[in-house]
């Protein structure tokens, strides 16, 4: 099972690395078949606070066949993210991951290219939820059922509030790749 990250420009680590993380942690400590391939517009990203990643491929890289998942992570506007996360090319990636029926797994404002891609319309899903729930109002425009809940799930589509609910979307994600039992096992070998 191959999960696809895909980092926009001004993404935020900590949504980021908690799917690097807990699926290491399946594969290393348990075997379980699970990987991580990670991708943006270009090989370095500059991350939400500057932190540069490079990624293992780019955009123009992907074929969608290889993979099992989509996760997006979220970031900050002044960071650039909605420069990279609304672009048509990336919206179209979305698109072909859900017409496949394939896992997307968002965290935070990750839900909102989502949103724009047109396959949340009329579909329930969660996006960060405090000062005055100003981006929850955007993904509302996109004709979404938006449910203020931490984490939301309609058939392939996670969704979530904020950093707080990263963990839970990434061990969801493994849940829906894996079996609950083994994402059990993983989650409590991590403490939580």
């Given at each position: ?5 895909f980092?926009a420009?001004?993404?935020?680590t ?5 799917f ?11 075997g ?17 606070f500057?932190?540069p990643?490079m ?17 997006i992570?979220?970031?900050?506007e ?8 609304y672009?048509?090319?990336?919206l ?5 991951f ?6 997307i797994?968002?965290i935070?404002v990750g ?8 396959i ?11 000062r ?18 931490p ?10 509030y904020?950093?707080?609910t ?9 849940e ?10 993983v989650k409590?070998?991590?403490g939580?």
């Amino acid at each position: 099972m191959k999960t696809l990250i895909f980092l926009a420009k001004g993404f935020e680590t900590m949504e980021f690395s908690v799917f690097v993380d807990v699926m290491g942690w399946a594969r290393n400590d348990y075997g379980y078949d699970v990987s991580v391939v990670t991708c943006g517009f270009q090989k370095q990203v500059i991350s939400t606070f500057n932190i540069p990643v490079m990624v293992d491929k780019t955009i123009n890289e992907i074929n969608v066949d290889e993979y099992d998942a989509l996760a997006i992570p979220g970031g900050f506007e002044e960071f650039g993210f909605y420069e990279e996360a609304y672009n048509e090319r990336f919206l179209n990636l979305i698109r072909e991951f859900n017409s496949k029926g394939k896992i997307i797994a968002t965290i935070c404002v990750g839900a909102l290219p989502v949103g724009k891609s047109g396959i949340l319309k009329n579909r329930k899903a969660t996006t960060y939820h405090l000062r005055d729930a100003y981006r929850q109002k955007q993904l509302k425009e996109f004709d979404v059922n938006v449910v203020n809940e931490p984490i939301v799930v309609d058939k392939n589509i996670i969704t979530s509030y904020c950093p707080e609910t990263a963990s839970g979307v990434a061990f969801r994600l493994l849940e829906m790749l894996t079996s609950e039992e083994q994402m059990k096992i993983v989650k409590a070998a991590m403490g939580f």
